[in-house]
């Protein structure tokens, strides 16, 4: 398998989990989660970079022959 879609695969993921904190954490407005409902912006900004990023690395990489 090829390793920069291994990575991108985890990136893609990694991004989602990034996405879904930052939304559970704004509407929760910080209560039971280590940030504010202002600084749930950072996991969901964060999460969504990791998400594209992994979905172009899996749609840009070649398979080897």
Known sequence: MNM???F???LTILGI???IWGAYAFLMGGDGVAVGK???AVPFVIGLIFF???ISLVKTTKDQT
């Open 4 to 6: 920069k879609r291994t």
């Open 8 to 10: 991108g695969a985890l």
């Open 17 to 19: 989990i990034g996405i």
């Open 38 to 40: 202002f600084t749930a």
């Open 52 to 54: 594209f990023s992994g």
